[in-house]
C-alpha cells in the first residue's frame, strides 16, 4: 500500500464489493472497489483521522442503520477508547436503497459445526434489511468440559493395581448457554463429581 510498516487489516464487504483497508498505526482507512474487468481493483476514497488506531472492528451488515444509508461501520480502538467510524451515502430519498443493500448474510448459520466437520459445505443463509434490523434465533449450546485428572486418576489405578476396581463416575462440568444476537445468557451449571 504505502511505507508504513504496521499491520494490515483487511475487511471485505461482498454486498457491495467494497475492500476497506485499515493499518495498525496508521491513521487512515482506504477503500477500492473490486470488479471483474481489468485492472479489477478500483481505488475509491480515503478517509483520515488525527489519531493512529491500535486496532479496528467491522460491524456485520445486519447492523447497520439502513435508515441513514449507513454501507459501513468500524470501531477504531485508540490508546484510551473506542471510536465508532460511520460510512454512509447521501441520499436524499426516504425510500429502501436496493442497490446499496442487496440481500446480505443473516445470522442463522446454514450448517452445525458437526456437518462442516463431516466435510459438508453450505451457502450462507441471505437475509433482507428492508425492514432494518432481524434478529437470530435463539440456540442453545452446551459445553462439556472433562476433568484433566481423569487421564492422571486412571494411570495411578493401573499403577496400583487393587483387587477389586469400584465403578466411579467420571467428573465433568457441563454448562448450557442461550445464545440470540448480542446476548448471551447462562441457564445452568450442573457440575458431576
Request: charged fraction near 25%; aromatic fraction near 8%; glycine fraction near 6%.
Amino acid at each position: 500500500m504505502d511505507t508504513s510498516n504496521g499491520v494490515l487489516l483487511p475487511f471485505y464487504d461482498p454486498d457491495t464489493n467494497v475492500v476497506y483497508l485499515c493499518g495498525k498505526g496508521d491513521s487512515s482507512i482506504r477503500y477500492f472497489e473490486i470488479t471483474d474487468e481489468a485492472p479489477f481493483v478500483h481505488y475509491l476514497n480515503t478517509f483520515t483521522t488525527k489519531e493512529p488506531q491500535r486496532g479496528m472492528g467491522y460491524m456485520p451488515k445486519r447492523g447497520l442503520d439502513v435508515n441513514k444509508c449507513e454501507i459501513a461501520r468500524f470501531y477504531k480502538l485508540h490508546e484510551r477508547k473506542c471510536e465508532p467510524i460511520i460510512m454512509t451515502v447521501p441520499r436524499k430519498s426516504d425510500l429502501f436503497q436496493d442497490d446499496l443493500y442487496p440481500d446480505t448474510a443473516g445470522p442463522d448459520a446454514p450448517l452445525e459445526a458437526e456437518e462442516w466437520f463431516e466435510g459438508k459445505n453450505g451457502e450462507p443463509v441471505l437475509i433482507s434489511l428492508k425492514h432494518g434490523y432481524i434478529p437470530g434465533k435463539n440456540r442453545d449450546l452446551k459445553v462439556v468440559k472433562k476433568n484433566i485428572l481423569d487421564n492422571k486418576m486412571s494411570k495411578n489405578t493401573e499403577n496400583t493395581a487393587p483387587a477389586v476396581k469400584t465403578a466411579t463416575s467420571t467428573p465433568s462440568i457441563v454448562i448450557k448457554v442461550q445464545i440470540s444476537y448480542q446476548k448471551i445468557t447462562l441457564v445452568e451449571v450442573e457440575v458431576t463429581v
